[in-house]
């Protein structure tokens, strides 16, 4: 398998993961939502793969003809904080190979560009997530005036996928691998392991998805209701008892219209940097 193979396998890999558990609010295989099936969500992972692990593409161009691809595929808005998330992390893969994975990202980050910026702002505008309204400054649906890092630092503090440009993926590679690694530690299965990646975001920090939609005082709510559900279910919980609990509060949470996308997209980014770095060691130790 080459090495754009392995990349685009990957990616697969990790939105399949990411459907195959009950994760509250979100689309996945147990449950529709918001419009939306699971099959959307893997029709648009098969459109997106070959921009995002193409060998020769920049940051900014993964970005745009992933969502290009997708919104030919699926005609609508299914993947575009994933794919925001999932392009840097390919292209450390693709072209830092030599070094730990969270280090290649913080060199594809320090690199960004201008032109990574004007293709991202066109893959934003393109897939007009809910809520995106207009920004005093880097406005999506204006030229870029800046390069793509700079745009994410000056929206950091009200997106979370801003974020993670302007703090090298901290979450990805802090939070999200550990609680992955732990799971595993406590052979949890993966379903199981991936809720919890999940939760681990959505009781960490109000979901930004919800708050561009319905406000940060909703996101804050829906964090807490969060944390009394891990409270209840518990850490230890065996898998049929957790994804029974997660059923029960998905419904609750679609008929209130509430779905945590950052956290999800953010559970997809962590599931898709672990089997790439492990992509990367298997590599190292071949070759």
């Not at 939306?36 to 161009?61: C, H, N, W, Y």
């Not at 897939?127 to 793509?148: C, I, S």
């Not at 996308?261 to 997809?268: C, K, N």
Request: hydrophobic share 45%.
């Amino acid at each position: 398998m080459s090495e754009t193979q392995r990349v685009a396998e990957a990616f697969r890999a990790a939105c399949r993961d990411e459907l195959e558990s009950p994760k509250p609010g979100n689309v996945h295989l147990f449950a529709p939502g918001h419009r939306m099936k699971a099959q959307d969500f893997l029709d648009s992972a098969e459109a997106a793969a070959p921009s995002i692990a193409a060998r020769d593409l920049t940051v900014g161009a993964r970005i745009l003809g992933a969502i290009r691809a997708t919104q030919a595929r699926v005609g609508q808005n299914t993947n575009l904080g994933i794919v925001l998330l999932c392009a840097p992390l390919a292209q450390a893969a693709l072209h830092h190979s030599s070094e730990p994975l969270q280090t290649g990202v913080a060199r594809v980050l320090a690199e960004l560009t201008r032109e990574d910026a004007d293709f991202a702002f066109k893959a934003i505008a393109r897939a007009n997530p809910g809520g995106l309204g207009t920004a005093p400054q880097h406005d999506v649906r204006a030229p870029a005036r800046a390069n793509l890092l700079d745009a994410m630092r000056a929206a950091e503090e009200r997106d979370r996928i801003a974020y993670q440009y302007a703090n090298d993926f901290t979450d990805i590679f802090g939070l999200g691998r550990a609680t992955l690694r732990e799971a595993r530690r406590e052979n949890c299965g993966k379903t199981l392991t991936t809720l919890r990646v999940y939760l681990s975001f959505l009781t960490a920090f109000p979901d930004s998805h919800i708050a561009r939609k319905f406000g940060p005082e909703t996101a804050t709510q829906l964090m807490r209701e969060a944390r009394d559900f891990v409270a209840t279910f518990g850490p230890n919980a065996r898998e049929g008892v957790a994804a029974a609990a997660a059923l029960r509060w998905d419904s609750v949470l679609k008929q209130r219209g509430l779905n945590p996308g950052t956290s999800a997209d953010l559970t997809v980014a962590t599931l898709f940097a672990e089997y790439l770095a492990a992509g990367l060691a298997n590599a190292g130790k071949n070759g």
